[in-house]
């Protein structure tokens, strides 16, 4: 596997989160017996290592190994399981596209006949149409507690309650001064100057596809611009999946935008600090355990 996956800062910082919660170790491996994987399986067993295979629409990309994980209970195991899926799945797709690509350019440099030609599996996404989660290259915004990636963050879960806890997570961990539902705020908000007047605040606009066309061009028009640490961060959530927003009545520039950004809820951590922790890998520049 190419360095940019291994030495990336997520999976530096996995590696930090399973040596100082579980007292473990982390290695990335791209082959493995497939016949050892049962259909559905997450993890399994062998020897004393934890072998977690990492698998995306179909694609096996490689095997996350957990040396010496047998003294782990079931719960433990759980939970490393779901917090190196969390991580590594998105890292890994991201590779393995980008190396689909690579070689679609190859053979195009080396025209040859595409038509019966097929790259890892053509039925997979292209990389327009990918979740940039974990994008390490975007301009990254300073403040006085952490960094975020961007101030745009998309939550996409089946509970309205449990988007909303995330939701209030990420504003808890950036240390903002306000969370405040767009609705009741809409109304004073005409500019994309409007909302970074109000300063260093959490925005949290529930259900998106609800925003009519005016404020769907007042989101835009914010994202737009860079944003200093003190100013909004604006969180939106729903229940739809990003295909579905697709469908909806959002334009096609805001359902871009929501997907680089976007937070699987149901796949996260039920734990508070399991929680944090995923978030901090996902959307701050600054994590306490690089501290």
Known sequence: MQHSTLDSSFVNRLKQILASRYGKGLQIRQLMDLAELKSGEEAFTR???????????????????????DDLNAEKKQGVTQL???????AMYKWYLEQKESNLLELNKAQLELDNVRLFGESLPTIDDILNDEELNDD????????????LIHLEGRSENTNKKVALQLHELTSRWAFVPFND???????AQDIAKMGAMTIFIENVENLNAAE????????????????????????????????????SNLVDELSVNCFEVDRAPLTTQGLKEVLELFFMKDSPLDA
């Open 140 to 151: 990254l915004t300073e403040g006085p507690a952490s960094e975020l990636i961007s101030h």
């Open 216 to 251: 769907q061009e007042l989101v835009l028009d914010y994202i737009s611009e860079e944003h200093s640490a003190d100013e909004p961060l604006i969180i939106t959530s729903s229940l739809l999946s990003l295909e579905d927003l697709g469908k909806s009545s959002l334009t």
């Open 185 to 191: 705020i809409k109304g004073q908000l005409h500019s």
């Open 47 to 69: 020897g004393r290592d934890l072998h977690i295979p990492i698998q995306v629409n179909g694609a096996f990309l490689g095997t996350a190994v957990v040396p010496s994980a």
């Open 84 to 90: 190196v899926r969390m991580v590594l799945e998105p």
